[in-house]
């Protein structure tokens, strides 16, 4: 990621110091290209493969009751059934995993 910063201000270096319009028009060039890819590099999520597992494998369970409370310092579950087995996951990863699943 740090190159498509280096590749940001070459580019609005060059189109500040270049005089000929090729030279403006290759450092825009440039510096629109790395801004595509900066960002590209943090909204766009990638995913590991055990994360697309898990994710699958929640995917796959039956929800049983959604967003129970344990607590003031603890996170919400979602109670899944997953083939007999009950599980507790917490609602930011089962809402997380679902989205996952969509998306592949």
Known sequence: MYWHI???IIGLLGFF?????FGKSTALLIFMV??????SDIYLPTY????????KMI?????KEENVPHGLFVQN?????CNGVIKNIPVSDYDKAIEMSKNQ
């Open 6 to 8: 280096a590749m940001i």
């Open 17 to 21: 110091t270049s005089e000929s319009m």
């Open 34 to 39: 790395s801004g595509v890819l900066v960002y």
């Open 48 to 55: 590991t493969e055990q994360e697309v597992s898990n994710a």
């Open 59 to 63: 995917a796959n369970c039956k929800l």
């Open 77 to 81: 579950t979602n109670k899944l059934d």
